[in-house]
């Protein structure tokens, strides 16, 4: 299979919606587009400008020049956006996933890629899923290595069901990334992290922010959704979860 594709009747939505008039036209508009952000590189830059619009105070409401530009670049991105491909279920041995982290004190961005063969048998690191998350203001008067540790616990989280099937690897612009399976921090909350960490097999890599450049432009947005309340207190392994989850027990047996 090729991916993952949006639906053609809800890209021709996005794509020949309208030029919103009113605020609340705009707000539906950001909603409906913010269903497939997950296919949108840097979904939250392209739509800064407009989340701003959304809720000023003008009488009478009107989108500016720049604003109308930025809303026509995103139909035109969801009339160019590619599928996101699957995982290559039979290849994690020589090709793991990847999760690539980025933190700053306004967010946390990880994503999962894969090496895979593509059509003209050369092998290209795909891109599989990311998630964003606003920084919680506990973050910000933090060390850089607990954000880049929280960051991971957002990977973790939101990619659990595929990081579990087999060793990954962890890619990251800050030096700490490579000490995350030895670091001796027994401060709240580290060490529910590491017993978090202990139910995963990865290697750990820095990578240089030269090469970080799109993590790094989504992190630092300062319109990202906030960290929801289980990312933000996990306070069992992932693995207890999983194996205590009675619907997941029903299907073993």
């Not at 021709?12 to 539906?28: F, G, M, N, V, Y």
């Not at 913010?34 to 800064?48: C, K």
């Not at 020589?94 to 593509?118: H, R, T, V, W």
């Not at 290595?145 to 099937?165: A, N, P």
């Amino acid at each position: 299979a090729d991916g993952c594709s949006m639906m053609e009747e809800y890209r021709k939505l996005i794509t020949e919606w309208p030029l919103p008039l009113t605020r609340k036209d705009l707000a539906s508009y950001l909603g409906k587009a913010g269903y497939y952000r997950q296919f949108i590189p840097h979904f939250s830059d392209l739509t800064s400008d407009l989340n701003k619009a959304k809720t000023r105070e003008q009488f009478p409401w009107a989108l500016t020049t720049e604003e109308i530009a930025e809303f026509r670049r995103i139909q035109h991105v969801f009339n160019t956006s590619e599928s996101l491909s699957f995982p290559n279920y039979d290849d994690l041995r020589e090709n793991p996933l990847i999760m690539d982290l980025d933190y700053s004190k306004k967010g946390l961005f990880a994503s999962i890629s894969q090496n895979q063969k593509c059509q003209d048998s050369k092998y290209r690191e795909r891109l599989l899923y990311n998630v964003s998350r606003k920084a919680p203001s506990e973050l910000a008067v933090s060390s850089s290595h607990r954000g880049e540790i929280s960051t991971c616990m957002l990977g973790i989280s939101s990619f659990c069901h595929l990081l579990l099937l087999a060793p990954f690897r962890i890619r990251s612009d800050s030096i700490s990334v490579r000490y995350l399976s030895n670091l001796k921090d027994q401060r709240s909350p580290m060490p529910r992290y590491y017993s978090i960490l202990a139910d995963f097999t990865f290697t750990a890599e820095h990578r240089s922010g030269r090469l970080n450049q799109p993590d790094d432009s989504i992190s630092r947005r300062d319109d990202l959704p906030e960290m929801n309340r289980f990312e933000k207190d996990s306070t069992h392994s992932f693995v207890d979860q999983m194996t205590s989850n009675s619907q997941l027990e029903a299907l073993e047996d």
